[in-house]
């Protein structure tokens, strides 16, 4: 294991949650997509055509199965990374609705 300077190492931390976000950013735009070709499918749908229902079939399938492992990489791997960086009241009260402002955010380095 490399030791890290106290500075490094939250380079590093800093590093690993931009490639987290970045990849989590670029599922976004395929959900996007995905969705937007969803609502396309459930117009074509309406024309009755044989084309337009197995589409309409094989867009559900598809968000069936991208959502799913998506939805499990936010719970699992950016929530609590986000989480970390919060101190727990301040992120407490934002989760009750309370009035929060960034700059009342106690910050952690």
């Known amino acids: 294991m490399t030791m890290r300077t106290p500075v490094e190492g939250m380079v590093h931390e800093h590093q690993r949650i931009l490639k987290v976000i970045g990849a989590l950013r670029a599922k976004h735009v395929k959900g996007k997509k995905l969705v937007s070709s969803f609502q396309d499918s459930v117009k074509a749908y309406s024309t009755n055509e ?5 589409k309409l079939g094989a867009e559900i399938d598809a968000i069936c199965q991208f959502y799913p492992n998506h939805i499990w990489k936010e719970d699992d791997i950016v929530v609590p990374v986000v989480e970390g960086q919060f101190d727990p009241e ?8 309370g009035d929060v402002e960034y700059r009342d955010r106690p910050h952690r380095l």
């Open 50 to 54: 044989a084309e337009a229902k197995k």
């Open 90 to 97: 301040w992120a407490d009260k934002a989760a009750r609705g």
